[in-house]
């Protein structure tokens, strides 16, 4: 997920773990469910596969975007518990 798609889906950036391509900004912390439904943006999972035999190292790696139906189901749950 790019920088800016993150930043407009959670709330808030962590101070601990700053980016010095971004001006040493923290990296955006705490997803909201209401803003990934409100923009549509799903955050993104960076994936590591590890081989089964210790030493051998990493052996995949990936990038994919969570399924907006977490999110939206999610938040209706929520909404069930507050209203």
Do not use: S, Y
């Amino acid at each position: 997920m790019p920088q800016h798609d993150a930043v407009e889906i959670t709330v808030g950036a962590n101070p601990e773990w700053t980016i010095a391509a971004l001006d040493h900004r923290g990296v955006p912390t705490g997803i909201d469910v209401r803003r990934v439904v409100a923009t549509g943006l799903a955050p993104a999972i960076n994936t590591g596969i590890a081989h089964k035999e210790p030493g051998i190292g990493q052996v995949g790696a990936g990038i994919a975007r969570a399924p907006m139906a977490c999110f939206t189901a999610a938040l209706r749950a929520l909404a069930e518990t507050v209203a």
